[in-house]
């Protein structure tokens, strides 16, 4: 147990090391004042998203970007509650009068796939006017100079693919902060794994690439059985594919804002809906990552409970928190300061002893278990 323990938390000060230091080596983005050129197909699936859409809505018209380079596309994803008469209730106000208003058109989702959301994105991308497509979530809040900062990123830059900065809502309870510290350190690991040359993660509420691209990789293509992953899965075919063209847009004028889970057993779902697709990962650095994590967390729970059952030195027990401690806290520190959410921190204690619980169920559920996501269950 002593050597396997040493030999686990060597991999992890080794992983959370290399991933510090890429975050450090990803430069921070600041838009030159250019005249806009880029055009962008901004597509958004949904479903029964009607409380969300609204605030969506409000904030894409409050885009500081001109109006006729860009579209939004809204996937209806088969909703059963009033979300499309939500969005043409929207659209006929007087603050989308037609003569100003961007173009958006409501389109309904061609199944056909185990994967509503891959789905749906492919089905807008046959209709999409431009080449660039963007895509975001329903329940998001779009930054004014949003499309502004991805036009001047590509027009500096040689880019195919953009990964975008995402955080959650600020919100008040240690459930919310839970939320988004977690959220912090998937960024951290996010921006790190660029910053090392092996990008693994990205975020689809934020996320960015060529219309070309996405064709030449073909699309969804062979991981349509598995529900979830629509960012993922194509950010490794497109990285495999164009692994010079694959950026980071670290720019505070970017960042998009997206809503926590309410309860805990909506945040289980979630989570248990994105631990799936790991076992699909294609590179085998995000395989080793998340096996690295794993372990560690299960290493933590392992040990304190052997502790308390008088089988395990306090001393090693000690050692084993303080070293992780420090290590998830570097890791999130520099990212709550891009953010703007170092009040986060707060609940950090509380939530860096309750983190390895979480993670290690909802690992271990999510091989055994299916999930329910918008209505819908998805089996194992």
Same mark, same amino acid.
């Given at each position: 147990?002593?050597? *396997?323990?040493?030999?686990?938390?060597?991999?992890? &000060?080794?992983?959370?090391?290399?991933?510090?230091?890429?975050?450090?080596?990803?430069?921070?983005?600041?838009?030159?004042?250019?005249?806009? =050129?880029?055009?962008?197909?901004?597509? &958004?699936?949904?479903?029964?998203?009607?409380?969300?859409?609204?605030?969506?809505?409000?904030?894409?018209?409050?885009?500081?970007?001109?109006?006729?380079?860009?579209?939004?596309?809204?996937?209806?994803?088969?909703?059963?509650?009033?979300?499309?008469?939500?969005?043409?209730?929207?659209?006929?106000?007087?603050?989308?009068?037609?003569?100003?208003?961007?173009?958006?058109?409501?389109?309904?989702?061609?199944?056909?796939?185990?994967?509503?959301?891959?789905?749906?994105?492919?089905?807008?991308?046959?209709?999409?006017?431009?080449?660039?497509?963007?895509? *975001?979530? #329903?329940?998001?809040?779009?930054?004014?100079?949003?499309?502004?900062?991805?036009?001047?990123?590509?027009?500096?830059?040689?880019?195919?693919?953009?990964?975008?900065?995402?955080?959650?809502?600020?919100?008040?309870?240690?459930?919310?902060?839970?939320?988004?510290?977690?959220?912090?350190? +998937?960024?951290?690991?996010?921006?790190?794994g660029f910053g090392i040359n092996r990008p693994f993660l990205c975020n689809g509420a934020?996320?960015a690439y060529k219309k070309s691209v996405f064709n030449a990789v073909n699309g969804f293509?062979?991981?349509?059985?598995? #529900?979830?992953?629509?960012?993922?899965?194509?950010?490794?075919?497109?990285?495999?594919?164009?692994?010079?063209?694959?950026?980071?847009?670290?720019?505070?004028?970017?960042?998009? !804002?997206?809503?926590?889970?309410?309860?805990?057993?909506?945040?289980?779902?979630?989570?248990?809906?994105?631990? #799936?697709?790991?076992?699909?990962?294609? *590179?085998?650095?995000?395989?080793?990552?998340?096996?690295?994590?794993?372990?560690?967390?299960?290493?933590?729970?392992?040990?304190?409970?052997?502790?308390?059952?008088?089988?395990?030195?306090? =001393?090693? +027990?000690?050692?084993?928190?303080?070293?992780?401690?420090?290590?998830?806290? +570097?890791?999130?520190?520099?990212?709550?300061?891009?953010?703007?959410?170092?009040?986060?921190?707060?609940?950090?204690?509380?939530?860096?002893?309750?983190?390895?619980?979480? !993670?290690?169920?909802?690992?271990?559920?999510?091989?055994?278990?299916?999930?329910?996501?918008?209505?819908?269950t998805f089996k194992k």
């Amino acid at each position: 147990m002593l050597v *396997t323990g040493f030999i686990i938390t060597l991999l992890y &000060v080794l992983l959370i090391g290399s991933l510090i230091r890429g975050f450090n080596k990803v430069p921070f983005f600041k838009p030159t004042e250019t005249k806009s =050129k880029t055009t962008f197909t901004v597509i &958004v699936p949904f479903r029964n998203e009607a409380e969300n859409l609204p605030a969506l809505l409000k904030s894409i018209q409050d885009l500081k970007y001109p109006i006729n380079l860009f579209e939004v596309i809204l996937v209806d994803d088969d909703s059963n509650d009033n979300s499309v008469e939500v969005i043409k209730k929207v659209l006929d106000t007087s603050r989308f009068r037609r003569d100003i208003r961007t173009d958006i058109s409501i389109i309904n989702n061609e199944r056909k796939t185990n994967a509503p959301k891959k789905d749906a994105i492919t089905t807008a991308i046959h209709s999409a006017k431009h080449e660039w497509i963007i895509t *975001t979530d #329903a329940d998001c809040l779009l930054p004014e100079l949003w499309l502004n900062s991805f036009d001047a990123f590509i027009q500096q830059t040689t880019t195919k693919c953009i990964v975008g900065p995402v955080k959650y809502h600020d919100a008040n309870g240690f459930l919310n902060h839970f939320q988004s510290l977690d959220l912090l350190s +998937l960024q951290g690991a996010t921006i790190g794994g660029f910053g090392i040359n092996r990008p693994f993660l990205c975020n689809g509420a934020n996320f960015a690439y060529k219309k070309s691209v996405f064709n030449a990789v073909n699309g969804f293509e062979g991981n349509t059985n598995i #529900a979830s992953g629509d960012d993922i899965f194509l950010l490794e075919k497109v990285a495999k594919t164009y692994p010079k063209s694959v950026h980071y847009l670290k720019c505070e004028g970017a960042i998009v !804002s997206t809503k926590p889970q309410k309860t805990w057993a909506d945040l289980f779902s979630q989570r248990m809906r994105w631990a #799936a697709k790991t076992s699909a990962y294609n *590179t085998v650095f995000a395989k080793l990552t998340g096996l690295i994590v794993l372990l560690m967390n299960t290493l933590f729970v392992t040990a304190l409970f052997l502790f308390l059952f008088n089988s395990f030195n306090a =001393k090693i +027990l000690l050692y084993i928190i303080v070293i992780k401690l420090y290590l998830d806290f +570097l890791l999130i520190y520099k990212k709550a300061a891009f953010f703007n959410q170092k009040h986060l921190f707060k609940s950090y204690l509380l939530g860096f002893f309750v983190y390895p619980f979480f !993670s290690v169920y909802v690992a271990f559920a999510s091989i055994f278990k299916g999930y329910s996501w918008k209505g819908r269950t998805f089996k194992k």
